[in-house]
Structure formats: structure tokens, C-alpha cells
């Protein structure tokens, strides 16, 4: 069960971070860096709605969407024509991530370290330190002054990063937030009714371990 919470915590992880732009379209290569590994996945973000494409995952191939809007998460797997569905309830504070200078979830304190250029744009970077999950983190984040977003976002320690690239500012489908006609809804192994593991409530343990793997690094699991 831990390693299959871990596996979801890590696909909604990419797009926690992902969510840094919300209210604004675009699309990017997102690179994650973690755990002696580094991964680039595609992401489109358009308001409150974000899709992630990966390369690899828990089902292999596929996508997931988070959709703020219907308070849910969908890890849709084409070559099965198949998706799992989960409620954002203990998620959602953490999948609003902030724009340009407003501070994240739990920020406790943020400090200016000066001026860097990151993938062309130029950014200010900032410590930043915040509360989750009951713990204390901190990190580094890139603040582009043309485009008023956080382009990069690293852990202080160097544990992992995630970083934004190629970016392209404009409309995106909403078709590439829906889940396709003719897919049908499966059920996660070992979780119950709605999507949750047996005994969580929704708005528990579920955003308390995204917390921790914030503050782990991306792709670290637990025993």
C-alpha cells in the first residue's frame, strides 16, 4: 500500500509543480531532477486545469490531469484506453502553487538572493522557507521577470528540482484536459470507494504525504 501511495504522490508531484502558472496558458518541458535521476515530461496548463504527459509512470506510458475546477485528478493510460480517478480533497492546497511574487502555501519567511538568468529569462531567486505536513522546508525559486513565473524551483539542499523549459506562452485545447470518449474508468489495486486508500479520509493522509515528498525530493518512495 506505502509503495503504491508512493507511486501516486510522485505522479501528482510533477504536477504540483507544474501547477506554478495557474490563470495562465501555456506549455513547457518540465525537467525533474531527483534521487541520482533527472526526467522531462510535457505539460500544458490552461486556468485551473493541468495536464502532465510522461514517458514512464506506474501505468507506463500515459498522462494525468488535475482539474482544480472538478476538484479531481485523472492518471489516464492510452494503450489501455483506461483512466483512475482521484479526488483532490487534502491535495488542492498544494496544487496552487503561486504566480510571480505571491507566496506559497505555509511560506513562513522569503529572502532575495539576487539576479540569475535561467533558460534565457532573466529571474530573481529567492529562499524561501514554508510549513507542510506538520514539517519545515526550504527552497530556491527562480522568478522570471518577463514571463511573472517561477521557471525553477529547487530544494535547498540539492535533494531535487524542477524546472521549466522552452516555454510557450498561449491557448491551449481545452480537449487536452479531458479524459477521451470511450475510455473507461478502472479501479486503483488496493483502494477503496472514490479512489482513496482504505481508512484515509479525503483531505487526509493524502495531502500530508505529498508534503513529505516535497520535501524529500521527487521520486523518493518510502519503505
Same mark, same amino acid.
Request: hydrophobic share 35%; charged share 20%; proline share 7%.
Given at each position: ?5 508512493? +507511486? ?8 504540483? +509543480?507544474?501547477?506554478?502558472? +495557474?490563470?495562465?496558458? %501555456? $506549455?513547457?518541458? *518540465? ?18 486545469? *493541468? ?27 492510452p494503450a489501455q484506453k483506461s483512466y483512475f480517478e482521484m479526488p483532490l480533497q487534502g491535495m488542492a492546497d498544494v496544487t496552487q502553487q503561486p504566480q510571480?511574487? #505571491?507566496?506559497?502555501?505555509?511560506? *513562513? ?22 510549513? %507542510? ?17 517561477? *521557471? ?6 540539492? &535533494? ?10 498561449? $491557448? ?5 484536459? #479531458?479524459?477521451?470518449?470511450? %475510455?473507461?474508468?478502472? &479501479?486503483?489495486?488496493? %483502494?477503496?470507494?472514490? @479512489? ?8 487526509? @493522509?493524502?495531502?500530508? @504525504?505529498? @508534503? ?12
Amino acid at each position: 500500500m506505502k509503495k503504491i501511495l508512493s +507511486l501516486l504522490c510522485l505522479c501528482s508531484l510533477g504536477l504540483t +509543480l507544474a501547477g506554478a502558472a +495557474l490563470a495562465t496558458e %501555456f $506549455s513547457a518541458d *518540465v525537467v525533474r531532477k531527483g534521487m541520482g535521476r533527472e526526467t522531462t515530461s510535457k505539460v500544458y496548463i490552461k486556468d485551473k486545469k *493541468v495536464r502532465m504527459d510522461n514517458l514512464a509512470g506506474p501505468m507506463g506510458p500515459g498522462y494525468n490531469i488535475v482539474r482544480q475546477d472538478l476538484k479531481v485528478m485523472w492518471m489516464v493510460n492510452p494503450a489501455q484506453k483506461s483512466y483512475f480517478e482521484m479526488p483532490l480533497q487534502g491535495m488542492a492546497d498544494v496544487t496552487q502553487q503561486p504566480q510571480g511574487n #505571491e507566496k506559497m502555501p505555509g511560506e *513562513v519567511s522569503r529572502k532575495e538572493l539576487g539576479k540569475e538568468v535561467v533558460d534565457g529569462h532573466p529571474c530573481i531567486k529567492y529562499e524561501i522557507n514554508y510549513q %507542510f505536513g506538520g514539517q519545515s522546508h526550504s527552497v530556491h525559486q527562480w522568478i522570471a521577470q518577463d514571463l511573472k513565473l517561477p *521557471v525553477k524551483t529547487a530544494a535547498v539542499d540539492g &535533494s531535487w528540482s524542477v524546472e521549466y523549459k522552452n516555454i510557450n506562452k498561449g $491557448s491551449q485545447p481545452d480537449s487536452l484536459f #479531458e479524459v477521451p470518449s470511450g %475510455f473507461q474508468k478502472a &479501479s486503483m489495486p488496493g %483502494f477503496g470507494p472514490g @479512489g482513496m486508500p482504505p481508512g484515509m479520509r479525503p483531505g487526509k @493522509g493524502m495531502g500530508r @504525504g505529498m @508534503g513529505q515528498g516535497m520535501g524529500q525530493g521527487a521520486g523518493q518512495e518510502g519503505d
